[in-house]
């Protein structure tokens, strides 16, 4: 199985930064893709931006250019960076991974981490 575990949300001022962590454990050396979602009150979650282990990585045009998916293997931590925040980008944001690289669906799951962006 595979933990994941999200921080780093909160208020934040339009046009500010936050930086969402998120933090994997259990069997990590299964995952293929990893990415960030988010779902806003009343609208279906979407993809945010994804990375995959063949080192490819995409983004939703909405937050290209402004948000940036990092990873640092040595503390088992994917990190959605978020600049030039927007009241649009208001909503439930959650780290989700899967092992198979055919497969659309994420298998793995955090809990989410709430981001508030003010006008």
């Known amino acids: 199985q595979v933990q994941l575990v999200e921080s780093g949300g909160g208020l934040v001022q339009a046009g500010g930064s936050l930086r969402l962590s998120c933090v994997v454990s259990g069997r990590t050396f299964i995952l293929y893709r990893m990415g960030w979602f988010r779902q806003a009150p009343g609208k279906e979650r979407e993809l945010v931006a994804a990375f995959s282990r063949d080192g490819s990585t995409n983004y939703a045009g909405l937050v290209k250019g402004r948000f940036t998916i990092s990873r640092d293997n040595a503390v088992n931590t994917v990190y959605l960076q978020m600049n030039s925040l927007e009241p649009e980008d208001t909503a439930v944001y959650y780290c989700?991974?899967?092992?198979?690289?055919?497969?659309?669906?994420?298998?793995?799951w955090g809990q989410g981490t709430q981001v508030t962006v003010s006008s």
């Open positions: 989700a991974a899967r092992s198979s690289p055919l497969s659309v669906t994420y298998d793995y």
